[in-house]
């Protein structure tokens, strides 16, 4: 039987010693390593997962009936169905009615106001806030299928006698716009407005649904 010396013996061991801790060191580092990658990884997973704040949207409900006296049906006869063609939207409008009537628009759908409210709005990004009004603006659908709302809604604001001064609408503050609205239903969408306290004396709003309808129109004091 061989005899190794003693020396080579213990060179053996330390060798196999120092490969064992390096092996050790190396799987500890690739372990490290992996687990470094899978949190970083995982952090842009969770900051995508973030909910993002978005302004509310308006709920449709079931339409209540609507006593027929409080509902007006403006002469169509002042309407120019090129209005929008030719870029005088002022000939898309229905003569004016006071802020609380309603107005039937080509018999199926109606239009109203609830109670305008003063209101001091903040500003959101690229808007300029300050002392306004709160619009809401109620579509009631009564004809026999679904009306688009979110691609043509349009809500105006002017203060002042005749044209007036455009208001700013604080679009932060405002209901989003639901897609559509079924038959039989009725929706409120809330719009602020931007108007000096001391403007608010004559109001003018035009509430549009489009390039197929009149615009109704509405005007009084929101003071």
């Not at 020396?7 to 053996?12: E, F, H, K, T, Y």
């Not at 190396?26 to 992996?34: E, I, L, P, Q, T």
């Not at 949190?39 to 609507?66: D, G, L, M």
């Not at 407005?193 to 197929?212: N, Q, T, W, Y």
Request: charged share 15%; aromatic share 2%.
């Amino acid at each position: 039987m061989m005899i190794l010396p003693a020396v080579l013996v213990l060179g053996l061991g330390l060798a196999a010693c120092g490969g064992g801790k390096s092996h050790s060191a190396a799987s500890s580092s690739a372990s490290s390593a992996s687990a470094s990658g899978s949190a970083a990884a995982s952090a842009p997973a969770a900051a995508s997962n973030a909910t993002t704040p978005t302004v509310q949207t308006a709920k449709p409900s079931p339409a209540p009936p609507s006593p027929s006296n409080e509902v007006a049906t403006p002469d169509a006869s002042s309407i120019d169905p090129k209005a929008v063609e030719t870029g005088d939207l002022s000939k898309d409008e229905y003569p004016e009615v006071s802020l609380d009537k309603s107005v039937r628009v080509d018999g199926d759908v109606v239009i109203s106001l609830g109670k305008l409210q003063a209101q001091d709005f903040a500003s959101g990004p690229a808007e300029v806030g300050g002392p306004g009004v709160l619009v809401p603006v109620t579509v009631t659908n009564n004809s026999g299928q679904d009306l688009a709302l979110a691609s043509v809604l349009s809500t105006t604001v002017n203060y002042g006698e005749g044209a007036g001064t455009p208001a700013s609408e604080i679009v932060s503050a405002s209901d989003a716009v639901p897609a559509s609205l079924a038959a039989g239903q009725t929706v409120t969408v809330n719009r602020a407005f931007v108007i000096p306290a001391e403007d608010r004396a004559s109001v003018k709003v035009v509430v549009d649904l489009g390039a197929d309808h009149g615009a109704a129109t509405f005007r009084g004091s929101a003071g």
